[in-house]
């Protein structure tokens, strides 16, 4: 009897690994993103003037990852003069939610330089992909809404809310 028990242990104990070997989730495959585009700073840039250009690029390379990735951006680039002033930014990106192949919702944190003050600047956002046409091609318009604070000196750190509006080619 108690063999028989031992044998009926160590079968469904066999059947249950194989099974959750049946379920694992397939791995996450590799995800890009590059693209430019418009923003418009809310807040935190006194009298400079609010319409400024961005671009991004982003990583997320899947398999043990998962929903993680890398993001690097220049953000709020001034049209005139032009580049005289912008934030290059380098932070983790996580896709919080996905619809996909239409559309994707992911949260980052970055850190980086705001160019014109030669000031660090950390802060981050919430990052929208929605697929124009996901079938015909890799077309996306991403959603951009960060905040980011400019640490320069105790009177002129300043919080910088911005909005943007990029075109990418995404993956």
């Known amino acids: 009897m108690r063999a028989a028990v031992v044998m009926l242990g160590v079968a469904v104990g066999a059947g249950?690994?194989?099974?959750?070997?049946?379920?694992a989730p397939a791995p996450r495959p590799v995800r890009w993103s590059i693209g430019g585009g418009g923003?418009?700073?809310?807040?935190?840039?006194?009298?400079?003037?609010?319409?400024?250009?961005?671009g991004h690029v982003e990583v997320m390379p899947g398999g043990r990852f998962g929903r993680w990735g890398v993001l690097a951006a220049a953000r709020q680039i001034v049209l005139?003069?032009?580049?005289?002033?912008a934030m290059l930014t380098l932070g983790v990106v996580h896709e919080a939610a996905a619809s996909?192949?239409?559309?994707?919702?992911?949260?980052?944190?970055?850190?980086?330089?705001?160019?014109?003050?030669?000031a660090p600047v950390l802060g981050g956002g919430v990052e929208t992909h929605l697929w124009i046409v996901p079938k015909l091609a890799p077309?996306?318009?991403?959603?951009?809404?960060?905040?980011?604070?400019?640490?320069?000196?105790?009177?002129?750190?300043r919080l910088t809310i911005a909005a943007a509006t990029r075109l990418a080619i995404a993956m």
């Open 16 to 23: 249950t690994a194989h099974a959750d070997e049946a379920a």
């Open 39 to 54: 923003a418009l700073v809310v807040t935190g840039e006194g009298e400079r003037p609010r319409n400024r250009l961005d």
């Open 80 to 85: 005139d003069p032009l580049a005289d002033d």
């Open 100 to 118: 996909r192949p239409r559309l994707t919702l992911a949260l980052h944190g970055d850190v980086g330089l705001a160019v014109a003050d030669r």
């Open 139 to 157: 077309v996306a318009l991403v959603l951009d809404v960060t905040a980011h604070l400019v640490l320069d000196g105790v009177d002129d750190t």
